[in-house]
């Protein structure tokens, strides 16, 4: 399983753009990049996952560095209901389940 | 509606007394994970099916088992439980597509032991 090392937490305003890194430098040519997130007494939920192009849907955005080794996921406005746990996951391609890291600790501040 | 239903959302069991979690899907997912998360981590892979096709994490205990019947249905068997095994254990399904794929969970059961 490639690892990855995310922040262990950030804070942003509400309203505010958020960028949330990760890297997975031992990621292989194959893996996608997946992130997760988890909110408060919930199980975890999709956000979005992308291969080598960037990737926007109606939650987020993803960055993906051009060697791969890194991404970047983007809240383009962050509520209080952003607020959670953000895990950024590489693998999942063919029969490879998914894997959690520790993931950014999101705080949205009013 | 919930895709992944996990009962019951709270169990409390005995020191020793087996247990079992039950998870059911209405995605016709092929694969179908266990995780445990315990208090401020991350969850943890106990095991996932692929189909039929068991797979078990090297670090997933002996007392930890899994029952899949038919392609809804999983099961986890805890056949006796510790203190440490008190946790949040989370089901998830996800249809392997090898380019990349969505995984939904459940809303996790709460495990007490006392």
């Known amino acids: 399983d490639a690892k990855t090392t995310q922040p262990n937490s950030m804070e942003s305003n509400e309203e505010e753009p958020v960028h949330l890194p990760c890297n997975h430098s031992?990621?292989?040519?194959?893996?996608?990049i997946h992130w997760y997130r988890q909110l408060p007494s919930q199980g975890p939920e999709y956000v979005i996952h992308g291969l080598t192009s960037n990737v926007n849907n109606r939650m987020a955005s993803l960055a993906i560095a051009e060697d791969r080794k890194s991404s970047t996921l983007i809240l383009h406005r962050a509520t209080l209901r952003d607020a959670a746990v953000y895990y950024c996951i590489p693998g999942n391609s063919g029969n490879t389940p998914l894997v959690f890291g520790k993931g950014t600790r999101l705080s949205v501040i009013a | 509606d919930a895709m992944v239903i996990q009962n019951p959302r709270y169990q409390v069991t005995q020191f020793g007394k087996p247990v079992t979690l039950s998870c059911s899907q209405t995605?016709?997912?092929?694969?179908m994970y266990w995780y445990q998360q315990k208090s401020s981590q991350a969850p943890k892979l106990l095991f996932h099916y692929y189909d039929k096709d068991f797979n078990n994490e090297a670090d997933t205990p002996d007392n930890f088992q899994s029952r899949r019947p038919n392609t809804s249905f999983c099961f986890l068997d805890i056949r006796s439980p510790g203190l440490g095994d008190a946790a949040m254990y989370l089901c998830?399904?996800?249809?392997?597509?090898?380019?990349?794929?969505?995984?939904?969970f459940g809303q996790g059961t709460r495990l007490t032991v006392v």
């Open positions: 031992t990621i292989s040519g194959t893996d996608y």
């Open positions: 998830a399904t996800s249809r392997q597509t090898g380019r990349g794929t969505e995984a939904f």
């Open positions: 995605l016709n997912h092929n694969v």
